[in-house]
């Protein structure tokens, strides 16, 4: 081919292009190792907040933001560097730590959104779900399904700080968010022990003969810390006494789930809780979708790719899609965490690569 009919071409293959352009079109082969790379490349990138930092910024938070209509809650989100600012902590979650001084009150609202509360320390909080005041305390994990109305108070002398967790990235790439003010503050401001519905759902192995229909979300407002306690306390008893009733060796687990299906507590967000001894170490691995730990107890290591961070009490780590990553327990080591594993089995894309070795 002549020199001529080459410069003829490329002049034709850049005004091909302009013209895509002029008519917003954009053509596969420039774009297929971005859309469809080989393995999982997220934008987000393992990191961890350390508490002792987090906790200090919420306090100051605390004395210089207030409560109110317009900003709602003093909730302080968890920004994945890899995401250029964008406030949510993968694509699919969101995390922060939301902070209520001493009788305040944070006032009802709701949004398509599904949330949880854990909390890490501290009690004295009630938050009140569709009108059931449901007590906050250390270990608890606390559900407000997408479209109930909720709001908090803080009924003691004391701050109380907590994690939230939502799926609000999903749902603001989807399109599909609504939001709806509520009471001005929350509508019944009562300080019962036991919420409802947990008086209703929470006995194990036992379910009411009314409402008989499958939920989306589990209808229990609170999983207590003390049952999860012993639950992970008896797999590792039954470890000592040579039983199969760990995921690895010195590793109990447990999943909240809803008790009308048997699968996890929200549509979008699964919820575990993790128990390492002292010592213990999981193997590497690596699965499609994400996952935000919190430390409970304990102290240990995240190897997160081929970097590893120490981590303590209340340090929150966030583990991206396709990254390997395992834990090595310094001590007794519990953790919370959270993933958004029910849409990605749910649209069957699960995959998990686990090492042989520990």
Do not use: C
């Amino acid at each position: 081919m002549t020199t001529t009919a080459h410069l003829s071409e490329d002049s034709e293959l850049a005004r091909l292009y302009r013209d895509f352009t002029a008519e917003h079109l954009n053509p596969l082969w420039t774009q297929l190792d971005s859309l469809m790379p080989t393995a999982p490349a997220p934008r987000a990138i393992p990191f961890v907040w350390k508490w002792s930092n987090l906790y200090p910024l919420a306090e100051r938070a605390g004395e210089l933001v207030p409560v109110g209509r317009g900003g709602e809650r003093r909730a302080i989100a968890l920004a994945n560097p890899g995401l250029g600012g964008a406030p949510f902590v993968t694509p699919t979650l969101w995390a922060a730590i939301q902070y209520l001084g001493p009788k305040e009150t944070a006032a009802e609202h709701r949004h398509s959104q599904n949330a949880f509360r854990f909390v890490v320390e501290g009690e004295g909080v009630w938050t009140v779900v569709n009108g059931d005041p449901v007590a906050m305390r250390r270990g608890d994990l606390l559900l407000t399904p997408g479209w109930h109305f909720h709001g908090h108070h803080n009924e003691s002398d004391q701050p109380m700080a907590w994690l939230d967790g939502l799926d609000i990235p999903f749902v603001h790439y989807t399109d599909a968010g609504f939001f709806e003010f509520g009471a001005e503050g929350v509508t019944d401001e009562s300080t019962p022990d036991l919420s409802r519905s947990e008086r209703l759902w929470a006995h194990p192995g036992l379910r009411p003969l009314v409402g008989l229909d499958d939920k989306s979300n589990s209808p229990i407002a609170a999983y207590r810390w003390e049952h999860t306690d012993a639950a992970l306390a008896q797999q590792l008893a039954l470890e000592d006494e040579g039983y199969a009733a760990t995921t690895e060796p010195g590793h109990a687990a447990v999943r909240y789930t809803n008790p009308t299906t048997g699968g996890d507590v929200m549509p979008t967000i699964r919820a575990e809780f993790h128990r390492l001894r002292a010592g213990a170490r999981t193997r590497p691995r690596r699965d499609v979708g994400s996952a935000v730990y919190q430390v409970f107890a304990g102290s240990g290591g995240f190897r997160l790719g081929d970097d590893v961070q120490k981590v303590g009490k209340g340090d929150l780590i966030v583990v991206p899609s396709w990254v390997q990553w395992s834990i090595v327990a310094d001590t007794d080591l519990d953790l919370f965490v959270f993933s958004d594993a029910p849409i990605v089995e749910r649209l069957q894309f699960g995959r998990t690569l686990v090492s042989r070795n520990a």
